[in-house]
DNA sequence: CTTCTGTGAGAACACCCATTCTCACCGGAG
DNA sequence: CTCCGGTGAGAATGGGTGTTCTCACAGAAG
């Protein structure tokens, strides 16, 4: 039970969880085919059982996996702009135009699992509605009116998907000043926000 | 040709549309079969490929149809808020939220195909993006601020379709109104100029 | 009546896929 | 050295699916 044996025993779990993740995210769960993950991680079919006893565990374990990724680059993203100075929406909305314009972006991996409906199990379902869960409670801990932002944000993921272009992001952005400043005019006055460019 | 001959070449077809269009809509594309749709339509197999040479074109007629009689219904429940003097944004959350509260609400039809990557066809991405086209080109004939308006709308209907509850309607109205006051506050007071449905 | 066209019912075909099995092989234990 | 558990490579299995084909039949035409 050395440190070794432990990462023997994970031998190609690695590999097989990325290449995995890789073509879920790409191609949707249905459309890939458990050869093709042995192809792209090396990971032999029978290795690859042993690991996950069947595709459903697979999913599930890229689903939980893809959670954690997606959401520790996403938080550290708007941290690095907090830190930068940018005030809370600037943070969010510049994280989220960062992960848009990657060129493998194609629209948030849970809703677009979501819409394979029949395919799914109750446990991934349980998986997705955590995810949106978390990411809106997030939200909430930087700004009032976390859950209409949160509402905002996907509706800009699908039409990023859907339109290849940058609008959908800047009209979500739009959104979501207006709907800060809706919020900031309720609570006194305070300073005069001169409305920056919203471009 | 007598106009009874146009009705027999048609018979069936609304059958299989119909089933089709349930099957696909509440099961997803793929985890349809031809099979099944003859069985919900009492359309034959052979039948079936005579109407329509192959899935792919079945596929394509359904989200043609979808987009139509979709239009169609939301347009009528808009225009009939309109008439009992709801304003804009009301009458278009008013009609979003009897649309999914529908028993049979599964998200979006065009959204849904959306996510099921890579078996589409290039022809089905270019029908997704009309009818998003135009549903946004719609929600701009209502209202200032009809693109943002879309993305909200488009988050509002994933969000309903992973949680079941009313909470993202609500969130979503509550930023398009913070949307459209905004805009509201800069237009001064003015008159709102009722914009009759284009297209 | 016969002939021809088009149909329904369902078998047949040609794949594809998740999962399992075979078998030769390799490294460690005795 | 032999023996053995676990491995990779890939074939086999069992089931499913889009699409086509067979065949018997119904009805219009001659």
Redo the contacts with the bound molecule.
Sequence with gaps: MSPAAIVD?A??ESAALTAAADLFYKHGI?????????DQS?????????L???????VSAWLRHRHQTWTDSFRHRVEQRLQSGDVAIDAIFGALEEWMTETEFRGCAFINSHAEASKLIDDHREIIRLHKESFANYLESLTSQGRALAVIVDGAIVQAAIFAGPDPIHHARHAAEALTAAVTDLQESADSGSDRGLE
Tied chains: 1, 2.
């Excluded at 090396?42 to 042993?50: A, E, M, P």
């Design positions: 025993h031998e190609g249905a459309a890939v085919t458990m050869s093709e993950i042995r090396g990971v032999s079919l029978r290795r690859l059982y042993t996950y006893p069947s595709k459903v565990d697979l």
